[in-house]
């Protein structure tokens, strides 16, 4: 990533270049040859795709008990931290039933 110089400074793209501002500085970098079609679709990107299938399951039965908890209990590191759980209950075959129940007898203290 190059810094941009001059007086004059732009965001957006331009040809295969992207110039963007971060933290009040000016940037530009190569555009990524990454497509969604690519990341999606292509076979060395299975394995990131199984994973985003596990955290959006994840996160789904973890929102669920999340909503169940009384307000001024809910914080969004506990979310964080039964998504965590979630994921890899997942990843180890286990049902979404079992892994709410399981949850639930955790963060709610029964279920």
Known sequence: MGKQAGPLYITGRVGDFCYYKMNGQYYVRKQSSLSRKRVKRGRAFQRTMQYAAWLAQASKIAAGVYRL??????????????????????????????????LMAVYLGGG
């Open 69 to 102: 908890m009384p307000r001024e209990m809910r914080d969004v590191s506990q979310y964080r931290a039964m998504t965590g759980r979630g994921i890899t209950l997942l990843k180890g075959g286990m049902a979404a039933s079992e892994i709410q129940a399981r």
